[in-house]
């Protein structure tokens, strides 16, 4: 890749060793549908190029990621077809060996806020929140969140975050690790870009290494985030998951 490609609201960009990408879905507040969830996928695959060393994941103002589509949600729920793309990029996502920054800026929900555990330095304005409705939508925690949260947070935040559904505002988010760093909406940018950079100028085979010693047990991620899998799929059919999918998808209307 060079330059920079749109695919179904998500543009990517090649600059030096940095892959840009940034999620461009503002009207839905980014909630991710499937062809953001291929173009994302396909942005991971051509991260693992030994030219690229970064990727800096960014959203719109204000909405970095309001979650899963929840259209599609329904959908699934209703025919058990049309989450493909988002079961591709979890596993992906588990398998993933360059680093993440990201820069948040506002709603960060659902996938918005569990990213961060793959996200290997995150940075986010005061205005961020971070919050997981999983159990109020019937279903479970994801991506391999419920292995990596409690390492991240400990026991009690990864539990208020995943399963209570509180939300972190931006200096809750540092506070309990969820983030790297609050910083100033003017700054959000440039500060992702130069970690971004300092990253890329690292030896990279050291830093590969270095960040799967981090990253813990692939193959445990891996069986995780397939067991999380099994049984969303098994919630989102559930009456619990119907009922909460089409209640949102109502109010939208
Ligand atoms: N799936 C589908 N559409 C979504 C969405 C999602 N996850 N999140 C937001 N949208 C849509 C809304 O339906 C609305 O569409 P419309 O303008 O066609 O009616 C638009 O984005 C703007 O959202 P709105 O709810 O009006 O904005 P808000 O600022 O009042 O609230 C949220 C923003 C994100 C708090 C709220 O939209 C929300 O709770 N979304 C669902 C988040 C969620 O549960 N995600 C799944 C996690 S597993």
């Known amino acids: 890749m060079s330059g920079g490609a749109t695919t179904g609201h998500v543009h990517t960009h090649l600059d030096g060793a940095i892959l840009s990408v940034r999620l461009d879905r ?3 507040k980014n909630a991710l549908d499937q062809p953001m969830y291929r173009a994302l996928t396909q942005a991971l695959t ?3 190029a030994p030219s690229i060393r970064v990727i800096l994941l960014s959203g719109a103002p204000g909405a970095f990621c309001a ?7 329904l959908r699934y729920a209703q025919t058990g077809e049309g989450l493909e793309d988002t079961f591709a990029f979890m596993t992906a996502l588990g398998a993933l060996d360059t680093p993440i920054v990201a820069a948040v800026d506002g709603l960060a929900i659902g996938i918005g806020a569990t990213l961060m555990f793959h996200c290997d330095l995150a940075f986010a304005t005061p205005r961020s929140v971070f919050r997981t409705p999983f159990l109020d939508l019937g279903v479970v925690p ?10 991240h947070m400990g026991q009690r935040n990864a539990f208020d975050l995943l399963v209570a559904g509180a939300a972190f505002d931006a200096a809750a ?4 690790g969820l983030i790297s760093r609050v910083v100033g909406e003017d700054a959000l940018e440039a500060t ?9 100028a690292k030896p990279p085979e050291a830093l590969a290494i270095a960040r799967r010693l981090l990253r813990g047990d692939p193959a445990a991620l891996q069986a ?5 899998l099994a049984l969303f799929e098994e919630r989102l059919r559930s009456r619990e998951a119907r009922e909460a999918f089409a209640a949102f998808m109502a109010r939208s209307s």
């Open 173 to 176: 988010a540092e506070r309990t």
């Open 67 to 73: 979650g899963n589509d929840i259209g599609d949600f």
């Open 26 to 28: 503002p009207d839905k």
């Open 142 to 151: 994801e991506a391999g969140s419920s292995l990596l949260a409690p390492l």
């Open 192 to 200: 992702a870009r130069q970690a971004a950079e300092r990253l890329a």
């Open 224 to 228: 995780r985030i397939t067991q999380e």
């Open 46 to 48: 051509e991260a693992a």
